[in-house]
Structures are given as structure tokens and as C-alpha cells.
């Protein structure tokens, strides 16, 4: 049964950036119906941020108040590149690569949404069969002056950088997903207002009552400079171990320390008038405040006990300077050894390539047996197991093997 409708605004106004126009969004809670809310879903990778999960979060919200959730994958438009908010082209996915980015997305999605009040659509389904004429036709609604009005394509105009045709068809096919599933409204970052605004106008075209745009504010990133997004790499995933999860929260800046209760943890104004306090009082350490932060975002996500383990770790090592309990192992035969540390790390997994290899050394990011390496040229000599630390977190364990030896024990435990 449905919230009144003073309740139900009450809980989806809270925390977004704006709403166009509210008095459209009242008259559609009239209505007394499930309105249909619509959410475009990136497809250019597989994991589910706490960015993302902003947007998810109150979409969450219009599913308690009775409303159902229309996520819309964007594999065919996927397939062109939304190139908001860049000053240039992104990168075109293929098909592979976007079933290959989906593969687990569905499982990321219903640890915030609710599967019963959930529809999970491709936008392949209605745009991969529009014919030719029906592509013009849609296209002969929208100006190239009013795509022109767009942010990232003025600035790419007046700085002579090209723009491609086929990048004025995102907004356009973005706009007709809301038209095929029949939104009432449409939610997302602040960054996709104007991709909002073209779908009104592109239903009123149609004939259509327009949705109501619905924007959250863009959780800002580790790095305190970007917005968190999966291609800048500052971002906390959702499915991350508990671990990671907790060492990333803290890592935040100071200043980011109230949006992230706001925003990532979905804080009520009562609980932000608190918060405020608290930090304004000159005995409250931020550090102190973070930590609850970071552990309540790994008990959103994963449990209590799996939060307040990772805290404990973390304060084993940060605090204490002790080693995590648990150390994963990476085995070395001997007939490697020495080894160069530029590899050393690759084929560990502890940098993808030999550039960031070195970045990592030159920065002062790589300890040997608690020893600082800085030389990119430095080959490594052992004789027993020693700990490889990269960063501030990761841990592992280089275990010396003796091919030879490691073959007979083989033989033997497979009765050769």
C-alpha cells in the first residue's frame, strides 16, 4: 500500500540535488498509481560504486513508497559512448564487452533494489529494430543549436575538437528509452540534466506526458577532485572485500566527510544536524568520525562483524604497525632469483604493467621486508619467504620455491 503522498515526498526529496519540476512529480503521486521511474545503467564496466549506489539508494526509496524501478542497460547505446562531462569521444563498447560488464551486475543491483519491484531492461530491445526512417524521424525533433546548448559539445566545438554524428544520437536514443518504457520519471547525477531534458521534450513531441527529472548529487571521489566514476579509478565498489572497502573510506578527504554520510549512507537532516555538531566541536577528531563512517559503510554493504574485523585490522596496521592476520602468497622458483623488481611486481599482480611498476617505486610506494625500494633497476635476492608491501594496504607473501623439489613432492602425492 502506498505512503500519503506528504510522507512520500518527504523521503524522495531528501538528499537529491533538484527536482523538474516538483509540482509535476505532486500531481503524479496523485494519481494514486506505481509510477514507473527510470534509470539508465552504464554499461562500461562490471562493478557498482558508491557513486552509483547514491542513485540506487533513492530509487530504493521510490520502491518503499509503492513505485517500480525501470533499469534500462544501455548495451546498445553503450555501443555509441556517452560522452558527458569529457572533452572527448569515449571509447565505443562492443557486445562482448557489454554482456561481459553485465555478467554480474544484476547481483550488485538487488543488494539495494528490490527485485520484486524491479524491471531489468535492455535498450537493444526497441533501438536495435528501428528502422532508418524512424531514426530520422526522431532525430528531426532535436536541433544541432539545441545539442550545441549541451556543456561537453560547446566546448568541444569552440576548441575546434571534433564531434562526431553519431555522438548527437546518444541523447536522442537515451531520450526515446523513456519513451518506449513510458517514465514517469527519470533520476541520475547532476552531470545527465541535460540527456533528462531532451527525453521531456522528446515525449511532449510524442504526445506524451513528460517525465519528471529527478537529479542526486555526484559523490566527489578518493581523490577529492573528480566525481567518483569507475574510469577515473577513485572509486569504493560496492562488492569490494571488507578490507579494501574500509581502507578506502579512509583514505577520503576531511572535507568530503559529511557528503559521504549524506549521500553514501543515505543520512537523515536530523542525523546531518547531528553530524554537523559534532565535527564544528573542537575536541572531535575527523580521523575518530571517519572510522565510524568507514565501518558503516562496510556494515551497509557487508555485515557488523565482517566491519568491525576490518576496523581492527586496519588499526593493527596503521596504528600498530603490524602485519594483516591474513597474507595471500605468491610463489617464486628459485631459478628466478634474483629477480627484477620491476617483475617482481607484474607477475604478482601487484601492478598491471611495467610503467605503473615504476611509478610505484619512484613514488615510495614499495617495501621489501619493511625496507623503502627506490631503485626501478633494484633486483631482488632471497632465500626464504619475505612480505612485499605495495601502498598503504596491500600485503603479500613471496614464497621462494624449488621447482625440482616442488615436482618429486607432486609425484609423490599423486603416487608416482
Known sequence: MQRNIEKSLEIIKRGTAEIIPEAELINKLKEKRPLRIKLGIDASGPDIHLGFAVVLRKLRDFQECGHTAVLIVGDFTG?????????????????????????????????????????????SEWLAILPPSDIIRLASKITVARMLER??????????????????????????????????VEIGGTDQTFNFMIAREMMREMDMTPQVILTMPLLVGLDG??????????YIGIMESPREMLGKAMSIPDELIESYFELALSYTKEQM??????????????????????????SLYHNA?????????????????????????????TEE????????????????????????????????KGE????VNAEITFDKPFILKVGKRRFLKIVPQNSKKSQKVRNQENGK
Open 372 to 375: 623503502n625500494i627506490s631503485d
Open 151 to 184: 556543456d561537453d559539445f560547446s566546448k568541444r566545438y569552440k576548441s575546434q575538437q571534433p564531434i562526431y554524428i553519431h555522438e548527437f544520437l546518444y541523447p536522442i536514443f537515451q531520450a526515446y528509452d523513456s519513451v518506449a518504457v513510458k517514465a514517469d
Open 273 to 298: 544536524n547531528s553530524l554537523k555538531k559534532e565535527l564544528e566541536d573542537k575536541k572531535t577528531n575527523p580521523r575518530d568520525v571517519k572510522f565510524r563512517l568507514a565501518r558503516e559503510i562496510v
Open 79 to 123: 555501443m555509441i559512448g556517452d560522452p558527458s562531462e569529457r572533452s572527448k569521444t569515449r571509447p565505443q563498447l562492443t557486445e562482448k564487452e557489454i554482456k561481459k560488464n553485465m555478467k554480474n551486475y544484476a547481483v550488485q543491483i538487488y543488494m539495494i533494489l528490490r527485485k520484486d519491484r524491479t524491471e531489468f531492461r535492455y535498450n
Open 225 to 234: 577532485k573528480m566525481k567518483m566514476s569507475k574510469s577515473y579509478g577513485n
Open 337 to 368: 632469483i634474483p629477480i627484477w623488481i620491476v617483475k617482481l611486481l607484474t607477475e604478482s599482480n601487484m601492478a598491471h604493467t611495467n610503467s605503473e611498476a615504476r611509478r610505484l617505486i619512484e613514488q615510495g610506494g614499495v617495501e621489501i
Open 305 to 333: 562483524k565482517e566491519a568491525e574485523k576490518a576496523a581492527l585490522e586496519f588499526e593493527k596496521i596503521f596504528k600498530m604497525k603490524e602485519l594483516p592476520d591474513e597474507i595471500p602468497e605468491f610463489p617464486i622458483e
